[in-house]
């Protein structure tokens, strides 16, 4: 009997681990590793590799299992990082692939060879590893899995030299089954749910660990049993926890000073599923106010190390959110004078918008609201509009858990890939929720060749470009930063519509919000994307 090949072993592996989807951009170093490619495998193919990883992202977010990557050696490697960045901060399990030249060759640098193959993907990969025998490949690809899964989730790296897959194999693979959560430490979870009952003035601060691990519902249990103030903490990726929720007061700003300040006048803080904290601007302060414990639950021991304060506690978010549920005390009295913010997640407030000229352009708050008044009640909403966040989430509340998309890392360019993968996920499991993106001018130029895979894929994704011809948000940190003459903050001459047409978009410049609803009426019902470009009036956000 003929002996099976490394390719064969392995792809029968990636059948088991339900690994059938793979994206991607091919290249001369991968072709071995794609030859013969089976039929109830699917490829996704985009056109640049940062696009595939981010695609790759989106769908396993939206399916909670891993997603299978494959990129060009070296040079689409490198292409890759920014979104490899992204998911590793977003924790979600990747397996990414590369090929190498062929091992006669290694020894010489060839061109397109990775040199360093475990070094280039670092610090973004949880694991990276070039097999030293072509016949340890299929075991490599199974604890490739196994390290993406285990917490904290993430990315990891596997580069395979181009002649290896036509080898003889030695067997089978073999399939381990992987547990993918950790448990609180009995003592622990019950010295921090003592903590929690015996304090006066608790409050809870969400991370987008809970929406990953599907704890929504039992975050609201845990916090009405308290009847405790929730915050989100700052800059989360997900939402948490319901903005519509009484109990609900708003995202943390994510700057030291400000953060403070919003947590004065609590005895006990605790933070489930989510760094403590993720800051940008630099705006110096103590960490937590005086008066307050600080208590963290995190899965993933790096972040908990790091953490400036605070006592911390390594477990899944969800299942210490189910012991603190059962050993909490209940609270009988409501907080006093819960106010929510009208920017509810964003992590400052939206702009003061100058007045409305005749003819002139609509304000980015008035598009969002409709926006959300024209699109269906389970629309999935995906963010990359860092000018505007403010005006978006005051205008966009949400209150359904799986409904929002953005990126841990700002690292542009995530987010319409990312939202290929959460469309095609829809369409997979049958849900088929609506897709909308709403992205800046600018974010959009990062990614844009990502529309082509929603056309050739025929995913009916809105994707709204808020045209304000500026990098707004830098314009903000300029002044900041006190940093005037900045030059390159200036977007003009941009032909939106033109470019998404020639990726075979239906697309059209839309200027009035009755043309907004026009267009929410008829988007989501086509086999091919919407692309629409929204004069908006160019304002300067507040960053706190």
């Given at each position: 009997?003929?002996?099976?090949?490394?390719?064969?072993?392995?792809?029968?592996?990636?059948?088991?681990?339900?690994?059938?989807?793979?994206?991607?951009?091919?290249?001369?170093?991968?072709?071995?590793?794609?030859?013969?490619?089976?039929?109830?495998?699917?490829?996704?193919?985009?056109?640049?590799?940062?696009?595939?990883?981010?695609?790759?992202?989106?769908?396993?977010?939206?399916?909670?299992?891993?997603?299978?990557?494959?990129?060009?050696?070296?040079?689409?490697?490198?292409?890759?990082?920014?979104?490899?960045?992204?998911?590793?901060?977003?924790?979600?399990?990747?397996?990414?692939?590369?090929?190498?030249?062929?091992?006669?060759?290694?020894?010489?640098?060839?061109?397109?060879?990775?040199?360093?193959?475990?070094?280039?993907?670092?610090?973004?990969?949880?694991?990276?590893?070039?097999?030293?025998?072509?016949?340890?490949?299929?075991?490599?690809?199974?604890?490739?899995?196994?390290?993406?899964?285990?917490?904290?989730?993430?990315?990891?790296?596997?580069?395979?030299?181009?002649?290896?897959?036509?080898?003889?194999?030695?067997?089978?693979?073999?399939?381990?089954?992987?547990?993918?959560?950790?448990?609180?430490?009995?003592?622990?979870?019950?010295?921090?749910?003592?903590?929690?009952?015996?304090?006066?003035?608790?409050?809870?601060?969400?991370?987008?660990?809970?929406?990953?691990?599907?704890?929504?519902?039992?975050?609201?249990?845990?916090?009405?049993?308290?009847?405790?103030?929730?915050?989100?903490?700052?800059?989360?990726?997900?939402?948490?926890?319901?903005e519509t929720h009484p109990l609900y007061a708003g995202g943390l700003p994510f700057a030291i000073a400000p953060l403070s300040k919003k947590l004065e006048g609590h005895d006990l803080a605790i933070v489930i599923g989510a760094p403590v904290f993720r800051y940008y601007p630099y705006i110096a302060g103590q960490y937590i106010p005086d008066g307050l414990?600080?208590?963290?639950?995190?899965?993933?021991?790096?972040?908990?190390?790091?953490?400036?304060?605070?006592?911390?506690?390594?477990?899944?978010?969800?299942?210490?959110?189910?012991?603190?549920?059962?050993?909490?005390?209940?609270?009988?009295?409501?907080?006093?004078?819960?106010?929510?913010?009208?920017?509810?997640?964003?992590?400052?407030?939206?702009?003061?918008?100058?007045?409305?000229?005749?003819?002139?352009?609509?304000?980015?708050?008035?598009?969002?609201?409709?926006?959300?008044?024209?699109?269906?009640?389970?629309?999935?909403?995906?963010?990359?509009?860092?000018?505007?966040?403010?005006?978006?989430?005051?205008?966009?509340?949400?209150?359904?858990?799986?409904?929002?998309?953005?990126?841990?890392?700002?690292?542009?360019?995530?987010?319409?890939?990312?939202?290929?993968?959460?469309?095609?996920?829809?369409?997979?499991?049958?849900?088929?929720?609506?897709?909308?993106?709403?992205?800046?001018?600018?974010?959009?130029?990062?990614?844009?060749?990502?529309?082509?895979?929603?056309?050739?894929?025929?995913?009916?994704?809105?994707?709204?470009?808020?045209?304000?011809?500026?990098?707004?948000?830098?314009?903000?940190?300029?002044?900041?930063?006190?940093?005037?003459?900045?030059?390159?903050?200036?977007?003009?001459?941009?032909?939106?519509v033109s470019l998404a047409k020639g990726y075979g978009c239906i697309a059209e410049k839309v200027e009035t919000p009755d043309a907004i609803r026009k267009v929410c009426s008829e988007a989501f019902?086509?086999?091919?994307?919407?692309?629409?470009?929204?004069?908006?009036?160019?304002?300067?956000?507040?960053?706190?």
């Open positions: 009997m003929a002996s099976r090949t490394i390719r064969e072993v392995t792809f029968d592996l990636l059948r088991e681990l339900e690994l059938t989807t793979i994206f991607g951009n091919p290249g001369s170093t991968e072709e071995t590793f794609l030859k013969d490619f089976p039929n109830d495998f699917r490829y996704i193919q985009t056109l640049h590799e940062s696009s595939a990883v981010g695609a790759a992202d989106g769908f396993a977010q939206a399916t909670r299992k891993p997603a299978l990557v494959n990129v060009h050696t070296s040079a689409g490697l490198s292409n890759s990082m920014s979104n490899i960045m992204t998911a590793a901060m977003n924790k979600t399990p990747l397996i990414i692939t590369a090929g190498n030249q062929t091992r006669e060759m290694l020894l010489m640098e060839p061109w397109l060879m990775n040199v360093e193959p475990t070094i280039l993907p670092r610090p973004w990969v949880k694991w990276s590893y070039q097999p030293v025998r072509a016949e340890d490949l299929p075991a490599a690809f199974m604890r490739a899995y196994a390290m993406a899964l285990q917490p904290p989730a993430g990315p990891v790296f596997l580069s395979i030299p181009l002649d290896d897959c036509d080898k003889p194999a030695t067997g089978p693979a073999v399939v381990r089954s992987v547990a993918r959560r950790i448990g609180p430490d009995p003592d622990e979870i019950s010295a921090f749910a003592d903590a929690l009952s015996s304090a006066k003035n608790p409050a809870l601060i969400y991370g987008s660990g809970i929406a990953r691990g599907e704890g929504w519902d039992t975050g609201i249990k845990l916090a009405e049993k308290l009847n405790v103030k929730v915050w989100a903490a700052p800059a989360s990726e997900r939402t948490p926890f319901p414990r600080l208590l963290h639950i995190t899965d993933d021991p790096a972040e908990a190390g790091r953490a400036p304060v605070g006592d911390s506690l390594l477990s899944d978010p969800v299942l210490a959110l189910e012991e603190l549920l059962a050993r909490v005390k209940p609270r009988k009295a409501a907080p006093a004078g819960i106010a929510r913010q009208e920017h509810r997640m964003a992590p400052y407030p939206a702009a003061k918008t100058p007045e409305k000229k005749p003819d002139g352009p609509i304000s980015s708050l008035e598009l969002f609201l409709t926006l959300r008044a024209s699109t269906p009640e389970d629309t999935i909403l995906v963010e990359e509009s860092p000018s505007n966040l403010g005006e978006l989430h005051t205008a966009w509340p949400i209150d359904k858990p799986d409904s929002f998309y953005t990126f841990a890392s700002g690292s542009l360019g995530w987010n319409l890939p990312a939202s290929i993968g959460i469309a095609m996920a829809e369409r997979d499991s049958g849900r088929n929720r609506p897709v909308v993106v709403v992205i800046g001018d600018g974010s959009l130029q990062y990614s844009i060749q990502g529309l082509w895979t929603a056309v050739q894929h025929k995913l009916p994704i809105l994707f709204v470009v808020a045209r304000n011809g500026e990098y707004a948000i830098l314009k903000s940190f300029a002044e900041l930063e006190n940093s005037p003459g900045v030059p390159g903050l200036d977007l003009p001459g941009l032909d939106i019902s086509r086999d091919v994307p919407t692309v629409i470009e929204v004069p908006v009036i160019p304002t300067v956000p507040p960053l706190l």
